[in-house]
Every structure is written in C-alpha cells, then in structure tokens.
C-alpha cells in the first residue's frame, strides 16, 4: 500500500475513497472499506494523524497507532492512503475547501461512507453536499451499537469477547519492548515487557489469555501486586518461542480475560499459578 502525507505525492486517477479517521478499524470501518473496494477503482481511504479530537485538544485513548491503522486498512484491501496532518488550519476549512484541496486533487470519483458521515469545519458537509458537488456517493448502511467509543468502553472494563465482536478481531495492545525486571525468567517464565505509545488505550488489569508473533501469550497487565509493585506493567509470555525482542515492536492479541491479578502466599503459589495461566491459554481460541 502507498501512504503519502500530502495529495500531490499521490498519482491523479480515478479512485473510490473512504474518509476518517477509522481509530480500531472496526467493523462499521470495514463496512465501508469493503464498498470502496467494490467500486472497482483504486481504494483508497483520506486518513488523518493526530487524531482529530486530540488536535483540538480533547483526551482519546487510541484504539490503534496510525503504524497499526495503516496496516489493518492495507490488510482490508486498501490500495493507497493519504494521511492528512490534522491541525487547526485543516479543522477550519469548510467542506467545500476540504474537497478541492485534498479530494480533487487525487482523482476521488466514488465517496463512500456511513449515512452520518460528517465532514469540513464544524462538520457541517455531509454525503448530500458531496453529491451536489459531482461525486458518486455510495452509503453504507451503520454497523448498529459499534463505535470506537463502545469499544473502548468494553476494553477498560476488560470485556475482551464483547470488544472483539465489534473489532471483527481481537483486540490489541502494541508497543515497544523494554527491558524489565527480569523476575519471569527466574520463575520460568521469561516474559517481554512492552511499552506502549502514552496515547493508547490499555485494557483493564487482569491477566490474559492471547497471541504475539504467531504463537500464543499468556498476558499480564497491572502492577505487579505480588511484589508490590505500583507502576503499570505489560509483560507477555511467549509460550514456544525463544529469541531476543528487546528494541523491537511487538502487537499483543487479547483473546480473553482469564482473572483479576493479585498477590500470593507465596512464590511457588505464584509459580502454581502461573503454569495454569499458561495451561489455560494454551487451550485459548481467538475471540473471532
């Protein structure tokens, strides 16, 4: 997939585009990829990093980095993407504006997008004024009761299941990993602690049941309690697998919240429970 970050950087041709921000890409986001798709000319998807809410200066927790984003559209069928540097002087152009100096100059022909697609200053363009404008505006019918909001809603409660059946996946952590404490390897359980963008959202405490690099993780997130710790780990045991992360990006999957962290009697209690963590996920399915 091309990614450009200005129009110009991209070939004028005709092109079905969806426009968003598509945080999660989720399954109403794949409504609408799919259509572009379909279109049958070059998919593309009008994207934008920072988020916009962030721009303006509101909190979001993110459900995915603008790395991760990218590659879930491209594993969509995304052809080419344009990520547009949101800032105040982009908040500010009318929808008219927005048109004709990002759609027009790539060749747009198809708009597709939900039937609340807001767009432009004050979000006041929407598919009608699209229309009147001379592009083929195709509305995908709404993914009822999915929104990234409910998705995040769901993961910091640790609902993982119900939050994967809105991703259409399951849901993700992502970060770098960083050296730790190396108090797995001692027990038996050398685990990758995982550093993750301050921007994203990080599931409820608990322990987890997922996958990394195509094998399966047991998952820890919270602080530690049995050692008394206080800051927020991410720690992930990578069951068969043997090698050095340290520096490198690693994308977590959380197929299901198996219990609540805590402290133990002792560590041969902890160690006791750990193996049954790593028994249960051995025999973990994806959520989806």
Known sequence: MRVARRPE??????????????????????RVLEAVVAAGLTATVVTFDPHPRLALGYGVELLTTLERRLELL?????????????????ARLSPEAFVEAVLRPI???VIAAGSNFRFGQSRSGDLTLLGRLGFDVRTVPIAEGVSSSRIRELLRAGEIERAAKLL??????????????????????PTANLRPDPMLLVPAFGIYAGAARGTRAA?????NPHYGGEERRIEAFLLDFEGDLYG?????????RLRDERAFESEDELVAQ???????????EPPV
């Open 107 to 109: 060749g747009s022909v």
């Open 168 to 189: 259409g996946r399951a849901p993700e952590v992502e970060g770098t990993v960083v050296a730790g404490d190396a108090r797995g390897g001692t027990l038996g359980f």
């Open 219 to 223: 998952i820890s997130i919270g602080t």
């Open 9 to 30: 950087e991209l070939e004028h041709r005709d092109r079905a585009v969806a426009i968003g921000t598509f945080d999660g890409v989720h399954l109403g986001h794949r």
């Open 248 to 256: 490198r990006r690693l994308v977590l999957e959380l197929w299901r």
């Open 74 to 90: 491209e594993g969509a069928g995304i052809e080419d993407s344009l990520v547009v540097e949101f800032d105040l002087e982009v």
């Open 274 to 284: 750990i193996a049954r963590d790593v028994e249960e996920t051995r025999a973990a």
